[in-house]
């Protein structure tokens, strides 16, 4: 496995300043591919060092910037938005990631790049806040019948939900994972622990850490790994230090909602890839998993949570990623409905791809 | 170093190692391409840019090759990546230096939000910037191009560049790119210019591109403050019409003409504003050339 000089920066910003030339340009490549350059911008910022870097480099860090300080008022505005649309049904939405730490102005925000703002009601009010949204200005994207049951019928969320005016993303959940999944997590505990905050709810701190968590290490979206895993981190970093008992509460509320496992391996690729403060109790009181069975994980995971780039890769890197992929949709259905469905997206994305370049 | 140092032979061997680097503007940009009708391109209409050394900053990785190995024999096609990333769906492989150029273009546009980007011309005399902006099939690449054969020193003739610090125009002095019957007015009405090969049947029709002049590169870093904002409209046959333009519909027309405004906030407001308020601003409707540069000549005299 290759090291990879964004790992190191994330780390200790501050040692940016001695990077050469040749280093800032593979870092700077690197931070666009994990969607983190405006992440770096930010912890180069803390540190002080920006205007000592060279012209180049600083434009680089300044556009990254501009980008995100645009996003983070958007999905400002998308929160107050989807508030506002969901007032005459009464229903409070959870926001979650991204939405949530720039309603609730977390560490997570700050040099965030968002795809969709992702909001969850309970299930009984799944139809009206859809229908609502609807009546607000929000369209469903157009899917075929299948990808229409395929949501529906398996999956966590609704088919994304998208502004018309703003053309923005909107995910609509109902759970953090979907109902076909090996794990199975009480939602209405996380429902009942939620703080509410001027008319929208934020789950609690320990609950946010566990769906970002589940998020990353069961729903296989690892294109986004390494910030999912810098999210992670500020969380951590945060919480550890602003919520008394946090470290406990989290193991506790682990355990009963049934995210043991997604939980370990945050905390054991966090403390490893981004040496996040955690306490070394934490670590012994998570369930022992066998040798075996960490090595392997180890493997995969550390080389697919790396940015999506060329020097950042090894030959086992493809692999791994193609694993992990199988392994999500391994965890998010049973096979009887896993076969059929990995066989038709297969079929679908070579028939379309030879459409595109057909001329 | 300059391009033109180098043999097509040599730009090409380069090329296929990922070692052509090159700087236009305050832009380094390192190419790769397997195809030779880059290299003649970068041959012929780049022979004025300084070389770097690979061991410094590159702003983007550009590459312009095959899609797959089939598509490399069969019918052939042609695909851009920045750094791994493709953007857009492959070309035939004819475009592959008309890809290029706006390959080039994509990447700031789209990594440049430290500035302000208009979707303009800009174009400078006795120090000073005038800016078209333009819908295309206005004819602002025509007049742009005419305006530089003429001796206007090219800062872009696509992307307007503005430093929200200084509100000065940056320049990005690249190929003039002209399409469809611009190819032949230009040429004919000023042939010592040389004109790259054509590449036909492109999204944009017939396009070819005019290389920037030898001054208009090396001054590639002298940033200048923009006095006249101009929008031109080509009508056939028309009277050369110069008239005032309300600031206001100055500024809502640029902002439509603007890559980027929207991503810069307050700032991106702030900036043009002020650029407008402190620039004089023009509708012109134009058919003849002649009339066109001889009035824009005025202008910049008239303000000595």
Redesign the interface.
């Given at each position: 496995m290759k090291a990879c000089l964004l790992q190191k920066v994330l780390i200790a910003p501050e040692t940016a300043i001695t990077l050469?030339?040749?280093e800032?340009?593979l870092l700077i490549?690197q931070a666009?591919?994990a969607f983190l350059l405006a992440r770096l911008s930010y912890l180069i910022d803390k540190v002080g060092i920006t205007e000592q870097l060279?012209?180049?480099?600083?434009?680089?860090l300044?556009?990254?910037k501009?980008?995100s300080?645009?996003q983070k008022?958007a999905v400002k505005w998308e929160t107050e938005c989807i508030k506002k649309a969901l007032v005459t049904t009464n229903i409070k939405p959870v926001f979650l990631k991204g939405g949530a730490y720039v309603y609730q102005d977390l560490p997570p925000m700050h040099g965030r790049i968002f795809s969709d703002v992702d909001i969850m009601v309970r299930k009984k009010d799944l139809e009206l806040a859809e229908r609502a949204l609807i009546l607000n200005g929000w369209i469903r994207k157009a899917l075929t019948k299948y990808d229409q049951t395929y949501y529906r019928e398996w999956m966590h969320e609704l088919p994304p939900l998208i502004s018309r005016k703003r053309q923005t993303v909107l995910d609509l959940h109902h759970t953090i994972l979907p109902p076909t999944a090996r794990i199975t997590v009480n939602t209405e505990k996380l429902f009942e622990n939620a703080r509410e905050c001027d008319g929208a709810y934020i789950l609690a701190p320990i609950d946010m850490v566990l769906h970002s968590a589940t998020h990353l290490f069961c729903d296989g979206e690892l294109e986004h790994g390494m910030r999912d895993l810098v999210d992670l981190d500020a969380l951590f970093r945060h919480f550890g230090q602003q919520e008394t008992g946090f470290w406990r509460n989290l193991i506790e509320r682990a355990g009963e909602v049934g995210l043991t496992l997604p939980l370990f391996y945050a905390v054991h690729f966090s403390k490893r890839l981004l040496e996040t403060p955690i306490p070394d109790d934490v670590v012994n009181k998570l369930p022992v998993m066998s040798p075996l069975k960490k090595k392997g994980m180890d493997f995969l995971l550390s080389r697919a949570l790396l940015p999506d780039?060329?020097s950042c890769e090894d030959r086992f890197t493809d692999l791994a990623r193609w694993v992990l992929y199988v392994r999500s949709h391994y965890l998010r259905m049973p096979f009887y409905l896993l076969v059929p469905h990995l066989i038709r997206k297969a079929w679908k994305r070579r028939f379309d791809s030879e459409k595109?370049?057909a001329? | 170093m300059l391009i033109s140092d180098l043999s097509l032979d040599e730009i090409f061997q380069r090329l296929k190692r990922s070692e052509l680097r090159f700087q236009a503007g305050i832009y380094t940009i390192c190419v790769y391409s397997p195809y030779k009708v880059v290299a003649e391109g970068l041959k012929n209409l780049y022979q004025d840019y300084h070389l770097v050394d690979l061991d410094t900053f590159c702003d983007f990785y550009l590459a312009v090759k095959s899609p797959g190995l089939v598509r490399r024999w069969f019918r052939p096609q042609v695909v851009f990546s920045h750094d791994g990333f493709s953007p857009f769906k492959p070309l035939p492989a004819d475009h592959a230096f008309a890809l290029f150029e706006w390959a080039f273009n994509w990447c700031v546009g789209n990594h440049a939000h430290n500035f302000l980007l208009l979707h303009a011309a800009v174009v400078e005399k006795n120090g000073k910037a005038l800016v078209l902006p333009a819908p295309p099939g206005s004819g602002k690449s025509t007049l742009s191009a005419s305006l530089v054969a003429h001796g206007w020193r090219l800062l872009s003739d696509e992307l307007t560049i503005i430093d929200p610090d200084t509100l000065l125009a940056v320049p990005f002095p690249r190929p003039v790119s002209l399409k469809n019957y611009s190819i032949d007015v230009i040429s004919v009405r000023f042939p010592d210019m040389y004109i790259g090969r054509k590449s036909y049947d492109t999204t944009k029709g017939t396009v070819a591109h005019m290389r920037a002049p030898t001054d208009s590169v090396f001054r590639g870093s002298e940033r200048v403050p923009i006095r006249w904002i101009v929008f031109p409209k080509y009508e056939a046959g028309s009277e050369t019409k110069f008239e005032t333009k309300e600031k206001g519909q100055t500024l809502i027309e640029t902002i439509e003409n603007s890559f980027n405004y929207d991503l810069l906030g307050r700032v991106g407001f702030d900036v043009l504003t002020q650029v407008i308020q402190d620039a004089n601003c023009y509708r012109f409707q134009y058919s003849n050339i002649d009339e066109a540069l001889q009035l824009f000549d005025s202008i910049a005299e008239g303000e000595q």
């Open positions: 050469s030339a040749t800032w340009d490549r666009r591919h060279s012209e180049a480099v600083q434009r680089h300044r556009s990254g501009v980008l300080n645009k008022t780039h060329v595109d370049t001329q | -």
